[in-house]
């Protein structure tokens, strides 16, 4: 009696989970699915086929794209966990009080206004007749207004900053439950700091790294104003290119079987990530 | 607690009943107009007067062509009462998606209309004998070019010209293949109903463009970022709307809209009833509504683009006219090149042609 009250109560309360997760995520995915299958013969008879699938690898553009998309995100996730581990090494053990709150707010700050707003932000710090260029015309540094903006460099910049909190969040909450005591054996048995850091303080933070890894690479892959808005001509990224097949082109066929195949590359790069680093999903995200 | 007497309540009663009718009828007053068109079209007072003078409520989403087409073809033409798509783009679309219905001609009030534009497309947008499409406003793409450069930007193909390396932008549409094919001295709508020689002419134009992408500054993907480009002179030369061009011409005299020597692209967006249209009589008497005279030249004022309506042209602003001759020669209004029903199928063709032009490095 009393198993099946609380049976119930479990149900009832996984029941918006489960809405949402089946309504939300799986339908529009197994729909997208069927879609990317099938294949337009004249304006209205489908076929089933592998058309579109066929058309990614034919097509030297699409999977170049695909590539690019991969690597610059890798990139941008790893320079993220580079410029955020320091940062988070400050908040989680140096600053204390009231200085760490506020260290954490200047960090989430940014984060109350959308990407949009942050993108053009950046816009107009880099651009020709941007703040940066007129700072080193004034400084005498260049002669005459210098572009920053439209190149990888600066759609990198973009996504770093976008990844930015996502990466110290779950460092700073691994870092902070870190014994002092370890850091000092380390130093005491004569490691050097390179050593502290490789042995010790790295692999302690591991979970906190993968997940947020997970998470910035996520967030990077599926980007889709930064790296329109700010690579302009070159900003060939995998996102455009499906935004591009369903609303300009019409093409919901191709755009579907490009959307299945985005999913499946995330997917496979994660569960990578996740063996190399010997990390399960499970102990990342608990 | 005091129990209600009976005359109250039954004047409660009363009341709600009166409400409930009051209500009731108020649903079916508040009429609903929902119009999806572009930026300009229906600038605010133009709205606000058609809702004082007719009770109905207008809803207005701002689009274009792609995203139109894209939002009926979800819904299989439901969700809005009156689309504006450009007449070239309809045809094709009504064949493969089905998204609108014929317009019936006896509830236009095409007295107020130039007769030869109602010709023109009628005759674009008929299929299976019945018409899809009411002319509204018209324009042309072509250059918009500071004058530092204009000795060198007379054409769209000296975009690609390396006195302007870094200084030009446009966009990765189909008007940009169009008009280099022009500019490049073939003739693509020649070769609309022969897939193999447009084939050829893409070929072309997507080296020509491959070749000119490191001359480019960036493609522009919105009119508000071309105007910024321009007018902080980070751009000196883009392939453009003549309305844009105005408008930075009212800014900035240097900044001037050219016709192209090879021909301007002229385009007239139309007014096309979706299939599943829930307010019909409304989407007519907008129509008949904005193409007065007067009201045509208050949306020609907002937009910079001229309008299908005959004797709007007195009531448009003067140096809007100035603007729109010191573009056009006799010579340039009979070289504009006016965009034919595109044949289903093509798009998905110059569709590749621009991924390619993108990816490209």
Redesign the interface.
Known sequence: MRSSVSRLSLWLLLTPFLLWIVLLVLLPHLQMLRVSFLVRES??TLAWGFEQYQNFFT????W??FVRTGVMSLFTTFLTLIIAFPIAWYIARLARGRSKGILFLACLIPFWASELVRTYGWMILL???GLFSSWLQALGWADG?V?M??NDVAVIIGLVYNGLLFMVVPLVTTLDGMDENLVEAGYDLGGGHGTVLREIVVPWAMPGIVSGCIVVFMLTLGSYLTP?LMG?????WFTE?IF?Q??????WEQGAALGVLLLILSSVIVWLGLKISGQSLRKVMG | MIMPSRSTRNRAFLLSAALATASFSGTTLAEELRLITWGGYAPDDVVAQFEEETGIDVQVTLSNNEDMISKLRATGGAGFDLAQPSQDRVVGVQRQFNIYKPIDFSRVNTDQLQPSMVKATQESTELDGKFYGVPSVWGTSGLIVHSSVADIVSDYTDLCDSGVEGQVSYRLKRPTLIGFAFAMGMDPFAAYDNRDEYETIMTKVEDKLIDCKSNVKTYWTGGDQLLALLRTGEVKAAMAWDAGGWSLNAENPDIRFVAPESGALGWIDTFAIPRRSENEEAAYKWINFVMQPEIAARITNASGNFTASKGADEFVKADLRDAYRESFDDAAINNIKWYPPVPPGLETMEGQVLDRVQAAN
């Open positions: 304006w209205d097509e030297s553009y699409y170049r794209t651009r020709e007749s207004p572009e903006l439209y329109v302009g001509k070159d900003s060939a290119q591009t369903f609303i300009t082109r019409f093409n």
